[in-house]
């Protein structure tokens, strides 16, 4: 008996051991090159390019980049491989040294910073406990997309392609940067036409063995009277990116417009509207809870003309109800709808119809038309290869004239393609943010936002309406229930109440500082005392569009605000910005910085917050004695403390 429960001893002993060094060789990559050498696909290139597997892996913050992702696991199974495309946030970095090729497609947000679904990955991969060998000989490539408008454009891109190269990876193919100021589907474009033929030749292949391939369906849809659909809000709240996730955003809730007014308005001879309104949202009901400046993100939908116009095209019954389902029971590709809805609720809240095709999308609908010239101009519109003349029309058409997926039905109209395929090859459509423009102090159950509404004419006549915009611009007010949520923003005030603000924030980048002015009334008026406050406001004409207008300057009378400057573009000969009046401020301005730690905000479009860059980069070099390098070096220290603060966009 005892020799038995020794031996049973001597095995439970043995196998603790083995779990030990099981856990130290996983952390320590003992088993790299071991169990996992047919998986180094670096060490053993063979020309049987079918049998490899490559992970796509995304961090968007626009919808972009999933975009681009999808689009290269399709593109995939052309070159011989199997794709797998997935969200940064549901990828487990321990994986990477298993992979036999990743690819990374990651967006800088802001003033270089993750996207809140990146987070945590990123943090993961520059942590100091990571070592050099971490994916040693693992294949990778990285696109970065970003803004150059930015100082540190594609920061997060840059830093990724960096790292993984630190940490052992093998680059195929130099780094992509896209810049969505310029054109990033040419840059996107260019970049993949660099990275098929070097992937190819990595893996031994030949660019003679690419065949090209129709696109295949993952998915089907079953119709049935019986599947009962849940509340539009609970369907958004499911199946919203930010919902029940790790990112900075709250749950999405279904909440009534109370305030819907307009700023401004002019309407332009050939048609062009321009228009600002201020919208309240009551959010005391949803117990959602703000703070001052976040962002509101709207779920705003397709414009209901269209998307009965898109049915009416295709013969979609609007008011079925479906499901759908993988055609492949294992497969893991999750549908771009997964719960029961209406084909009207689809059309209207999932997918985009209303943002022009891609170029690549329009090669796949070559496949679904019935009239030969309508496939064949498809195709070569499809293609960035293609003549200058053709390019021409394709721009011509969906960048100037449309704008608008729905209309490709009417342009082309041999096109019938199943419901289950156009949700799958659609993008998602995405919310769109405004930077609220009420204090949480004084409003807890109220959001306001700033919205400039966009209606213009195009060469050919037709009507192009923004789709949040007017959304928005169309709620009643006391009537209308509008999907929303709320993300974190970067503008936060200094706690230290005696610090000196300086905002910047023309047009209706003076959002988040009508917020700030709200907060600090509130506490003035509870006795706290705050050191000087400025505000920098612009447009064009005084009388027209001098938005907040008696805000602002009750403000300045009551001395929440210590100097209000004031730029009106076009009420003189010479054109005058908030940065020319900014220079004009270097005497006063400068000590504030220097020897005060203002805080400065920036909210407005990327190319004033470059030249909002500029103006203080040259003070800092005539008032400070510094180079241009060290005054750079400064601004970026501000930056990252964060003392200068931006919010731009377009």
Sequence with gaps: MADAVGAVGLLLLAAAVALILYRKAINEKWFVGVFTRKRRVSDAKTSDVAAKHLTVVFGTQSGTAQNFSEELGREAKSYGFAAKVVDIENYDPDQMMFEEFVVFLVATYGEGDPTDAALSFMEWITSKDRSSSEIEGIPFAVFGLGNKQYENFNAQGKLLDKRLEELGGLRIVDRGDGDDDGSMEKDWSHWKAKFWPAVVTHFGGSLDDVVEMAFEPSFRIVYSADEKTEPLASLLKR???????????????????????????????????????????????????????DNLGVLACNNPQRVALLAKKQGYDLNKVFVMKALDPKSMKKPPITEAMTVRDALMWKVDISSPPRRQLLGLLSGFAQDENEKSTLRDWSKESSSEAITDDYIQLFKIECHDFAYLFERFPSIQIPLENLLELLPKLQPRFYTIASSSLVHPQSVHITVSVIQSRTPGGRTFSGL????????????????????ESTFRLPKCLATPVVMIGPGTGIAPMRAFLQESAFLRSKGESLSAWWLYFGCRYKDVDYIYKEEMETALENRILSKLRLAFSREQKEKVYVQHKLTEDFEELYPLVNEHDAHIYVCGATSMGKDIREAFIAMLQEKGGMSKDEASSKLHEMQSSGKFVSELWG
């Design 468 to 487: 949040c915009s007017n959304f928005l611009a169309t709620t009643v007010a006391g009537k209308s229930m509008i999907p929303v949520f709320i993300r």
């Design 239 to 293: 199946g919203h990116a930010g919902a029940g996730s790790q990112t900075k955003e709250s749950e999405v809730v279904s909440a009534l417009v109370t305030v819907n007014r307009e700023l401004r308005k002019i309407d332009h001879a050939s048609g062009f509207i321009e228009s600002t309104r201020h919208i309240e949202i009551d959010v005391g009901p949803s117990r959602i809870s703000y703070q001052t400046a």
